[in-house]
């Protein structure tokens, strides 16, 4: 049963003043994803003490970096299962943890940071990973948010990161 909505609704709305759209529906994660060219970036939002106190605070501190995605999104895990499941769906080879932060290239996954990854950061290391990851996958003016549907090219998952043990992926 999903939480209730005066419940999640300060989560939702710290992310939604970063100017990160939130994702309902399965339809929306599929348009999101299929229509989003260049960097897409999922957020899997929670209710949990490392989203508050970790992931949520250290994106906001990325998200001050010159380089961004060029679209945000989020889901909410345990409100909004439909989505998040879907949203899943688009992180292959990854297991599902909440929170966590997907960046994904023209619909195929290229970087993600999990819960195991927040859990043991604080805010301002979660940031620096995130800077790293937007300096590498995404625009310099990011938020371009042209939404056009392109093709889906392949990836494979190419090594783990030595300076952060995180899940890389190349093209």
């Known amino acids: ?7 999640v609704a300060p989560m939702r709305e710290e992310l939604r003043q970063l100017g990160i759209e939130e994702l309902r529906s399965a339809a929306d994660v599929d348009a999101a994803v299929t229509s989003t060219r260049g960097t897409l970036m999922v957020v899997v939002n929670s209710v949990c003490g490392c989203a508050a106190g970790k992931a949520r605070p250290g ?10 995605p060029d679209r945000m999104t989020s889901v909410f895990a345990g409100f909004d299962v439909e989505a998040t499941d879907r949203a899943r769906s688009y992180f292959s080879g990854v297991m599902p943890s909440s929170p966590s932060v997907a960046l994904l290239r023209d619909g195929q996954l290229v970087f993600m940071l999990e819960r195991r990854d927040i859990e043991t950061r604080a805010a301002d290391q979660i940031a620096t990973v995130l800077e790293e990851a937007f300096e590498k996958y995404c625009s310099k003016d990011g938020l371009r948010n042209q939404p056009q549907n392109t ?3 392949q990836s494979s998952i190419s090594s783990e990161s030595r300076s952060h043990g995180l899940k890389i992926l190349k093209f």
């Open 151 to 153: 093709p889906n090219t």
């Open 59 to 68: 994106l906001a501190l990325a998200l001050r970096h010159g380089a961004r």
């Open 1 to 7: 049963m999903p939480y209730p909505e005066f419940f």
